[in-house]
Nanobody
């Protein structure tokens, strides 16, 4: 069982930045590939970014490339999502998720398929004001 706790959300003005963190329980964090998703009010959950166990293979939603950066620190059991140049359209609850343990090899990326992710956090609210 893996528990994920997101933090770093909040209220920010358009053009600002936030860095979200996703802290995972357990000692085998490096065995999980990670992803970030978001859900705006009244909309479906959308893929944001994903990262391999190694941290070297990253994938982004096309619309977010260049503004968002996913990273991880396996020594700290934490994944991050750096978000820059935020707009009101980025307002959503942001969720981190992990694959099953060793479900993906060290360099592989689980991508945008929600079925690849096994554990989910409770989410953190990001609100961008205009």
């Amino acid at each position: 069982q893996v528990q994920l706790v997101e933090s770093g959300g909040g209220l920010v003005q358009a053009g600002g930045s936030l860095r979200l963190s996703c802290a995972a329980s357990g000692r085998t964090f490096s065995s999980y590939a990670m992803g970030w998703f978001r859900q705006a009010p009244g909309k479906e959950r959308d893929f944001v970014a994903s990262i391999s166990r190694s941290g070297t293979n990253t994938i982004y939603a096309d619309s977010l490339k260049g503004r968002f950066t996913i990273s991880r620190d396996n020594a700290k059991n934490t994944a991050y999502l750096q978000m820059n140049s935020l707009t009101p359209e980025d307002t959503a609850v942001y969720y981190c998720a992990t694959t099953g343990s060793f479900s993906f090899n060290y360099m592989s990326n689980p991508g945008n398929q929600t079925s690849n992710y096994y554990y989910w956090g409770q989410g953190t609210q990001v609100t961008v004001s205009s």
